[in-house]
């Protein structure tokens, strides 16, 4: 009995480094263009820089002259950011490198592209 639980464990560790190990694998600091469309439909363009420390993003967005920073973390191929809204930034890392993300609970859109 003893024995099965050990192995278990075991296999609960592994899979808990293996998921620690893809995050630090997707790197995404750099500068970004960036473009979306906000909850009143208006399109918009910027600029964001991402500092990544392992699994834990730092995002500066420059858009229509105001500044936003967020703060977030990576899961797999997921950036969750709190950015002092009600709802976080949510984006997929792509193939390419590229962001794609929702705000404003998925009423809004932003698509990060790497320079």
Known sequence: MNRRIGTAMALAG???LSSQAFAADVMIS???STQGRNVEGEIYKG???V???GSHVD???VIGGH???G???IDGNTVTVD???HYPVVYLVKSDGELHGTWADGLAFDKMTPK
Do not use: F
Request: aromatic residues 16%; without cysteine.
């Open 30 to 32: 750099g500068e970004y």
């Open 14 to 16: 592994s899979v808990l």
């Open 71 to 73: 703060t977030g973390d």
């Open 67 to 69: 500044t936003y920073q």
């Open 51 to 53: 500092v990544q420390t």
């Open 83 to 85: 950015w002092g809204e």
């Open 47 to 49: 600029i964001a820089s």
């Open 59 to 61: 995002i500066v967005w």
